[in-house]
């Protein structure tokens, strides 16, 4: 089903999973963003009598088991890693609904969906994908041998166009009030209008214009970094244009308790803004947070959301406007790219949300004449045709893996004739997918995570190690450096600096490594020959694993987080998402060191997961443990005397609160000066 955003394709999903169900089958419904599964449990709710069961990672229901619902909704790969399990309830499942269906051609999650969706298709399951950014619909139904519906209906009014700020900041700061600055606004049809230049910036003007016409904005940033940043400027003028009632409603977070996490300096932040009618939205902000700030968003609490992708597709917020700060964004490969054109239409479609608003528009910013044609020239080109990304290599040779580890023995040829009904061989052709089957097979082989079937000739098996590989949801890129790392552990000293190179070494390792450019910078604290696990054959990121294992020791040796962010070029978000990350491949590792006897290494894994977990040194572990007790206040133990478990649990009720209550300011260990509110 392609037709444009808003226009109501999520029912036509839950009508096909309505049907499963009555069938007596389970419907599942796969969206790209935790956000949007969110949304879409909300959704559901209206079909009472229904057992509804999300599965996120990060928000699981617990009311049922997968097995006893009705309808399941999750994210793309949190059902793909449910699949690797084999639950014994699979069969019963009678209908996918894959929201958002052209995320199949993104570069790293387009493989899984892409396989995802054939395999539904061969086991007879009914597979319904919706999208509005769907150019080549048709080919898509005919590789599933489907049908498919077309339309260009919008229920409400969307207009694209592109705002140009001529020297706005320039000529205010400089106080140039003579100079002439062009400040307009030209829409996709060719309508103009002058916007007043009242505040210097271009998003500004944007925002307080919508503002008192009564409608809210959502602004796409750069970056993380640029969301945040984009909020706080924002902020002071968003306040000004605040009623009374508007700063009432949000007056309660003014200490901002609901919006904490453990990342003081982004809670704070958002407490800020949230206080302004602004709020922030990224991937690197807890779960909680970002859900806060969907909700004050739709309860018109919050006017204006700085926000990353992380709300582009799917969602239905009350934006009148979006605004796009920019069309380029950052590729590790290829620097600077310009967005493609469907992603440019998601995000403009949140806005004009007919639950919401009657009408919309996306307008996107530029300071240069030039730079405003170019844009408008953009946003009137087609959309892209949808293209495979099925043979991208790390992903591809993760799903001829789970494909192996699925299917009962399959030879090569059946392997082939499986991916030969992928959309890459319907659109690229069968020879093609093939070769690279071949390939695929050839590594998985090599790092024994396969082996040749003895009861079944020219059939193919998993081994324990492929097995649990997928299993863990690691790529078989990780499995060279990981199985060196721990070959060597038996016979070189093992350190937390070694190991958490090895953890950076491996291909799932996403994070951070683009600070790895070594020429010129300090190369203190790197690991030295003797401690490295991983040398460079096994690993392509040997290099640029140094500086991110650098940067996680400094974390778990509790060194002043402004200076971790000053030398690596990096914030308090990044750091959170190299702990989860780290996180993952800690546990990872141990449990393939436990499968294949590598048990030197265990006691000195378990120990650092705790600390990265925790973010200290080893010995406030004992302190950690405790429930409550965090990073800050086991240092403030620890200056005071008490450095264990057994010591604190010692403690009358009034020594613990006067150690921990009457510093009302304290030196925290992660910087500068904190009140005690924020633990
Ligand atoms: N024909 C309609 N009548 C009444 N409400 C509608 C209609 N079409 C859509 N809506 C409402 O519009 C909102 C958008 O619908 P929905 O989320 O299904 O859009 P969508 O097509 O999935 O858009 P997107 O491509 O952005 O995901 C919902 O609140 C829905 O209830
Ligand atoms: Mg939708």
Sequence with gaps: MAS??????????ELAIIDAVKKGKKGVYLVPLRSLAAEKSEDFKKYVGYRIGVKTGDFDSKEHGLEECDIIISTYEKWDSILRHQPDWLDTVGCVVADEGHMLTDESRGSTIEVLLTRMVSRKVKVV???????????????????????????????????????????????????????????????????????????????????????????????????????????????????????????????????????????????????KGVGFHHAGMSSEQKRLVEGLFRELKLKVVCSTPTL????????????????????????????????????????????YDDSGDAIIVSKTDAQMKWALEYIKQPIERLESKLTIEAPFYSNVLSEICLSESPTLSELKSFFSKTFAAHIGGVDFVSDKVDEATKFLRGSKLIQDDKSRLGGLVKTALGDRVSRLYITPLSVPAMMQGLQASERKPITSIGLLHLICCMYDWKVLILTGKEEGRDHSGFPTADELLVDEKASDRYDLAMRPSVMMQQYIDEVEPSSIYERFGISEGDVHVAVESADWLMYSVAEVARLTGHFKVLPALEILNRRVDKGVKEELLSLTSIKGIGAKRARLLWRQGVKTREEFEGLTESQRDKMLGFHLKVDSPHGGQTNLSDF
């Design 4 to 13: 444009p955003t808003a226009s109501g394709k999520t029912v036509i999903g």
């Design 129 to 275: 994908i919706l999208s509005a950014v769907l150019r080549n619909v048709s080919d898509v139904a005919y590789w599933l041998d489907g049908r498919f519906m077309q339309s260009s209906w919008r229920p409400t009014l969307l207009r694209e166009g592109v705002y140009l700020l001529t020297e706005g900041k320039d000529r205010k700061k400089a106080g140039r009030q003579d100079h002439v600055c062009k400040s307009v606004l030209e829409y996709k049809d060719g309508q103009r209008e002058t916007l007043p230049d009242e505040t210097g910036n271009a998003i500004s003007n944007l925002v307080v214009q919508t503002l008192r016409a009564g409608g809210q904005c959502l602004v796409f940033a750069r970056s993380r970094k640029g969301a945040v940043r984009l909020a706080t400027l924002l902020s002071r003028e968003v306040e000004k244009e605040l009623t009374p009632r508007d700063l009432l409603a949000v007056s309660e977070y003014r200490y901002g308790d609901e919006l904490k996490s453990t990342d003081v300096e982004t809670s704070n932040k958002l407490a800020y803004c949230v206080v």
């Design 312 to 355: 582009a597709q799917g969602l239905n917020l009350p934006a009148r406007r979006v605004i796009i700060q920019t069309t380029t964004r950052y590729d590790e490969k290829l620097g600077s790219v310009t967005i493609p054109r469907w992603e440019f239409e998601n995000m403009a479609g949140r806005a004009g949300r007919p639950r």
